[in-house]
């Protein structure tokens, strides 16, 4: 594993610790047997030693920690019948300053004006927001961090949380180069697309051009008998809003199989944390799976706690928090990292040891790096 020791792999193999200095030493790399040694230094002992040495990754161990506590994250527990509908989780992307920030700001409030009458409620990085479809009342999750950046951390951290990419064009202007490097994330990541062509307010807007445009891209709008939907919209005249929110509920149903159990101990990601003054790490938890309540033991990375208090998208405080629901969750006993997975677990304690054996971990590989530098640094010196 990462960050292993040379005691660590002489155990692993039935030798003396000491033999690997030896041979390290020989190959000219100073180690000391205790020290955190870098995966290179680990490969190249193993190829003299005639050892296959595969350094596992961090998820590979990740996924093993929480199998030694009987834990798997990711996996739906119990049958089919367990399964409920849940509502898509949408990320917005495309080129800069195409308007992502109006429209998932136009989004927002396309509830919240008449909610509560233009009261002013603090983001916590992702909402909820109503529709409805044919007579059916839906709501869809919209992660409030535009830009593939985040998007592509957090997938690259095995966290899929996105359901459906909605690229954002802005009609005068039409495909530009991130439009199609958001594209290729979205693709990548076997992610359905809705085209939101925005910006149809302006006397320059060209939306059958950007129609043309990403057809060459593979994007073929349904009205040229492919199968994106493309939606005209204005995030300043709000023209296309409810348009917009039907063509992604479509395309989530048509596409998709957007269920999870409500009854498992929850898991999600948190997509963003913070340390605030007065109420301490505050980390904002898309709920994945199961049902997150207060009172409940989570461990989030190498955070943990206890569930203090939930509040929701709107400000307001809750009891729990179902699939695909954005929640502050407040009790933690330190900041977790933006995508980091969240899981509830039997108790305290149990949230302890695994985030404590995660911290050991960044910890161990932290100072692999450090001391590969410096071995570097001293045979140079010589
Ligand atoms: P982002 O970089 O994609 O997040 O783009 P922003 O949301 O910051 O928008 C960039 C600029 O385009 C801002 O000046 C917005 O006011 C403007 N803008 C965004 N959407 C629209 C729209 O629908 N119509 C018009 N006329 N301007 C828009
Ligand atoms: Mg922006």
Redesign the pocket.
């Known amino acids: 594993r990462r960050g292993a020791s040379l005691t660590d792999l002489a155990e692993k193999i039935g030798v003396e610790p000491a033999s690997l200095v030896q041979v390290l030493f020989h190959l000219g790399e100073m180690v000391t047997a205790t020290q955190s040694v870098a995966d290179e230094t680990l490969e190249v002992l193993g190829a003299e030693l005639d050892y296959n040495i595969e350094v596992v990754s961090p998820e590979d161990e990740d996924r093993e920690l929480l199998e030694s506590f009987d834990l798997e994250f990711g996996e739906d527990i119990g049958d089919e019948d367990d399964l409920e509908a849940r509502p898509p989780v949408v990320t917005v992307m ?1 080129h ?8 998932l700001d136009a989004l927002r409030h396309t509830n919240l004006v008449a909610k509560e009458a233009g009261g002013i409620t603090q983001a916590i990085g992702a909402y909820q927001v109503a529709t409805e479809v044919d007579g059916q009342d839906r709501s869809i999750t919209f992660i409030d961090t ?1 830009g593939h950046e985040a998007f592509t951390a957090m997938r690259a951290r095995g966290a899929k949380s996105t359901d459906i990419a909605v690229l ?1 064009v802005a009609a005068d202007d039409g495909v530009m180069p991130q439009t199609i490097e958001a594209l290729n994330h979205a693709k990548a990541a076997d992610v359905p697309v809705v085209v939101a062509v ?2 149809i ?2 006397d320059a807007a060209d939306p059958t051009r950007v129609r043309g445009q990403l057809s060459e891209f593979g994007l073929v709008p349904e009205e040229y008998g492919g199968d994106t939907q493309f939606v005209d919209v ?3 005249t709000r023209q296309g809003l409810d348009e917009l929110l039907e063509a992604i509920v479509l395309t989530a149903d048509a596409a998709l199989d957007l269920r999870a159990n409500p009854d498992m101990p929850a898991q999600g990601v948190a997509i963003e944390a913070h340390l605030d003054k007065g109420r301490g790490p505050v980390a904002t938890v898309l709920v994945h799976r199961g049902t997150l309540r207060i009172g409940d033991s989570i461990v989030a990375g190498s955070a943990h706690g206890r569930v203090r208090a939930l509040i929701n998208d709107q400000g307001e405080t809750v009891d729990e928090a179902l699939p695909s629901m954005p929640v502050q969750v407040l009790g933690l006993t330190s900041v977790p990292g933006a995508g980091d997975n969240v899981l509830v677990v039997e108790d305290d304690r149990m949230a302890r040891q695994i985030a404590d054996k995660r911290e050991a971990r960044m910890r161990a590989a932290q100072q692999a790096k450090t001391s590969r530098r410096k071995t570097l640094d001293q045979l140079f010196e010589q």
């Open positions: 495309g800069v300053d195409h308007g992502k920030t109006k429209l535009p954002v925005n910006k307010d302006k204005s995030a300043i």
